[in-house]
Nanobody, 119 residues
Framework: QVQLVESGGGLVQAGGSLRLSCAAS????????MGWYRQAPGKQRDLVAE???????VYDDSVKDRFTITRNNAKNTVYLQMNSLKPEDTAVYYC?????????????WGQGTQVTVSS
């Protein structure tokens, strides 16, 4: 089991910045990747950014060059630096950790943190 605790959401004006943090605890040894997803009202939950144990990253096209995902393996923490925020970035942001136990993958989710960008 992996527990995830997020922080850093809030209200910001368009063009502003926010930094999200997610700390993992529990069976962190088996985490193979961590990432951030977001879900706007009435929409599905979509990947924003992901970072693997090898520090490889994947970004949704809508956030490339604006968001940066980083990871501190010693602290089992992943960060999402969000710059040049737009109203369409408004959503609940969820931290994700994927574990790999003998090629059995399992996803764990944080409780979500609200990000609201005003125009």
């Amino acid at each position: 089991q992996v527990q995830l605790v997020e922080s850093g959401g809030g209200l910001v004006q368009a063009g502003g910045s926010l930094r999200l943090s997610c700390a993992a605890s529990g069976s962190t040894l088996y985490i193979s990747s961590m990432g951030w997803y977001r879900q706007a009202p009435g929409k599905q939950r979509d990947l924003v950014a992901e970072i693997s144990n090898g520090a490889g990253t994947v970004y949704d096209d809508s956030v490339k060059d604006r968001f940066t995902i980083t990871r501190n393996n010693a602290k089992n923490t992943v960060y999402l630096q969000m710059n040049s925020l737009k109203p369409e970035d408004t959503a609940v942001y969820y931290c994700n950790a994927r574990t790999n136990t003998r090629w059995i993958f399992q996803d764990y989710w944080g409780q979500g943190t609200q990000v609201t960008v005003s125009s």
